[in-house]
Structures are given as structure tokens and as C-alpha cells.
């Protein structure tokens, strides 16, 4: 499921984009956004949809989420609290595959939260079309956040861990 957060960060792409529709799909969860513009002197709308929870978005307000959704205060507000993470770097998946977070199924992980890295500190493994790619961490500093589970599918691009640098 898309934290608030990066929706927000889609609806702001999209809008400052041309496209007029936009429809992503992860792990069973859609959301398309479609601008529209009814009358002018009306601001457009851009409005997201998710199989599992609808969101209606207006450029000039806070998301609100449907009442038939059964999201709690505590869930929704959550992703606003882990943003209050302290970090300096993300390191980003340089291709899709997938992730591991060690060499093998029986070896301790590379890293964990509060681990310090160096710029060519292994962090993770990518595997693409049966080739596994070592990521560094690219900067000196500690992780704070992992953004990523073993085995999950990532996409290019896409934050597996935050650091907050030296």
C-alpha cells in the first residue's frame, strides 16, 4: 500500500506533468489518477482511486479518505510521524529485480538499522535476469530506515534505504 506521503509526491509529478491519466499497480493495490477540468474558473481535480481505499485529492487540500474506507486516525497520520525520520541520502535501486538483504537465505543481513556504512559498504543484492548486482551505500553514514523487506520486487528508482551522512 502507498503511504499518503507518496501519493502526494505522484499527484505532484502528474500534475506538473502532461499526462492526463496515470494508473499504477503493486501487490494487488491500484491507483489511477486522471486530471479533469469542468468548468473554467474551476480548478482542476485530481482525483485518485485504489481498489482498497479510494482517496479523492483537491490541489488545494489535505487528502480525505472515504467513510466506507476503514482506515484508523492512528494509521493515517503514521506516515506523517516517519517522516520526522532524520536522514540525509537515500540509496536507490539502480534497476528492477529482486531484493535481498543478504548473500544467502542462512546469512545474517548486511545491514540493519543504526549499522554504519562506508561508500563502498555492500547493503544489498538485486537480482535481475538471474544476475545478482551488489548495491553500495554510495556515501558514509548510518541507516536510519529500511524501506524494503527481503524478496520484495523494486523498481528503478526506488528508495531501499535512508542515511543520515557524516
Do not use: H, W
Not at 499526462?19 to 481535480?45: A, H, L, Q, R, W
Not at 506523517?80 to 528492477?96: A, L, R
Amino acid at each position: 500500500m502507498l503511504k499518503v506521503q507518496e501519493i502526494r509526491e505522484l499527484i505532484k509529478l502528474i500534475d506538473q506533468s502532461s499526462i492526463d491519466e496515470f494508473t499504477y499497480e503493486t501487490n494487488g493495490t491500484t491507483v489511477s489518477m486522471k486530471k479533469t477540468s469542468e468548468d473554467i474558473g474551476v480548478k482542476p481535480i485530481t482525483r485518485v482511486e485504489t481498489v482498497e481505499q479510494p482517496v479523492e485529492i483537491s490541489k488545494t487540500e489535505e487528502p480525505k479518505v472515504s467513510e466506507s474506507v476503514e482506515v484508523t486516525k492512528s494509521e493515517a497520520v503514521e506516515p506523517e510521524q516517519q517522516s520526522v525520520v532524520d536522514y540525509d541520502y537515500e540509496i536507490e535501486s539502480p534497476m528492477v529485480g529482486t531484493l535481498y538483504t543478504a548473500a544467502s537465505p542462512e546469512a545474517d543481513s548486511y545491514v540493519q538499522k543504526g549499522s554504519k556504512v562506508q561508500k563502498d559498504t555492500v547493503v544489498c543484492i538485486v537480482e535481475a535476469m538471474k544476475l545478482f548486482n551488489e548495491i553500495e551505500a554510495e556515501v558514509n553514514g548510518e541507516i536510519v530506515e529500511i524501506l524494503v523487506e527481503d524478496g520484495e520486487l523494486v523498481e528503478y528508482g526506488q528508495p531501499l534505504f535512508r542515511v543520515k551522512t557524516k
